[in-house]
């Protein structure tokens, strides 16, 4: 459980990164980032997938298709769900919807903890539990302040529990998975990148972007990884919970980026940073447990 905790909480601080990469990739506009994105992670994530000696699950998946062709709609639901998140994660930033996405985010744990008792029958520890009410304090605050929420709260808190939940019908929680699910966007992003005006002679044209894209899909590429092995690794309730760290951090980016909060919001942000809290102590008491009956 250890290396899924870790895994969870390293992707996190990359994802925050990735986030205000997206307006330092001036004059790409969200749907170019994207396409970008796509074709930049694929060739790393390649390379990941053998690098772990996956290529054998791939192989396997690649066999079930055959096998059963009718896996292949689900393989391309998947895809396009997973399309959709990445393209609103890169299209945010450059047009000041930060926070609702990263409200998107502190809700999702709440849904995928929801999700994985509802499905799956998990259990949560009195820590857990307390860290989600405090959490469902915050997001009840915020539904009653707003009246409701965005479409992209909405999509971001709703979409990604319905993926996770996919992946895991269609037994594609490995590398494996996440690797076709970004081959079967190649299509959709060289539409973006090629498309007229074509972004090829921008990227040529601006020096800065020679590296920025290329480092997009270096960061991309590991973050995702270690997010979808936290998810193989860890309970759907737990790898909910820890999600909590990665929106705290893109809230950070949103408000260097210029973006504040609405009044009356304070309460939404410090329940869900003490649910945060909590999380950390538990895991660090949960750890000092573990480490202390390997010295034993």
Same mark, same amino acid.
């Given at each position: ?63 079930? %298709?055959? +096998?059963? =062709?009718? $896996?292949?709609?689900?393989?391309? *639901? ?5 399309? !959709?998140? &990445?393209? @609103? ?113 921008? %990227?040529? +044209?601006? =020096?800065? $972007?020679?590296?920025?894209?290329? *480092? ?5 590429? !590991?973050? &995702?990884? @270690? ?70």
């Amino acid at each position: 459980m250890f290396k899924g905790i870790a895994a969870s909480v390293f992707a996190s601080f990359l994802f925050a990164a990735l986030y205000d990469l997206s307006p330092r990739l001036a004059p790409l506009g969200g749907e170019d980032i994207f396409g970008w994105r796509v074709l930049c992670s694929l060739p790393f994530t390649t390379a990941l997938l053998f690098w772990r000696g996956e290529g054998a699950h791939l192989r396997a998946l690649l066999q079930r %298709v055959r +096998a059963r =062709p009718v $896996l292949a709609l689900g393989l391309v *639901l998947s895809s396009a769900l997973f399309g !959709v998140q &990445l393209w @609103l994660f890169m299209w945010a930033p450059l047009h000041g919807r930060a926070l609702p996405v990263s409200l998107g985010y502190f809700l999702l744990p709440l849904t995928l903890v929801l999700t994985g008792r509802v499905l799956y029958r998990e259990q949560l520890s009195p820590a857990h539990r307390a860290a989600t009410a405090l959490a469902a304090l915050g997001v009840g605050w915020e539904l009653l302040r707003a009246g409701g929420v965005s479409w992209e709260t909405a999509l971001v808190a709703l979409g990604y529990p319905v993926y996770f939940a996919l992946r895991r019908r269609l037994g594609t929680q490995q590398l494996a998975g996440h690797w076709l699910d970004l081959a079967l966007l190649v299509p959709v992003a060289l539409w973006f990148v090629l498309r007229a005006p074509s972004t090829l002679p921008v %990227v040529l +044209a601006h =020096p800065p $972007l020679w590296a920025l894209v290329p *480092l997009v899909g270096v960061v991309s590429s !590991v973050a &995702l990884a @270690l997010y979808m092995a936290a998810s193989r690794l860890l309970p759907l309730g737990l790898f909910g919970l820890l999600s909590y760290v990665e929106p705290v951090l893109l809230v950070g980016v949103a408000l260097l980026l210029g973006e504040s909060l609405a009044p009356g919001q304070e309460p939404l942000y410090a329940l869900v940073f003490a649910a945060v809290g909590l999380l950390v102590l538990d895991g660090g008491l949960r750890l000092r447990r573990e480490w202390r009956r390997v010295k034993e």
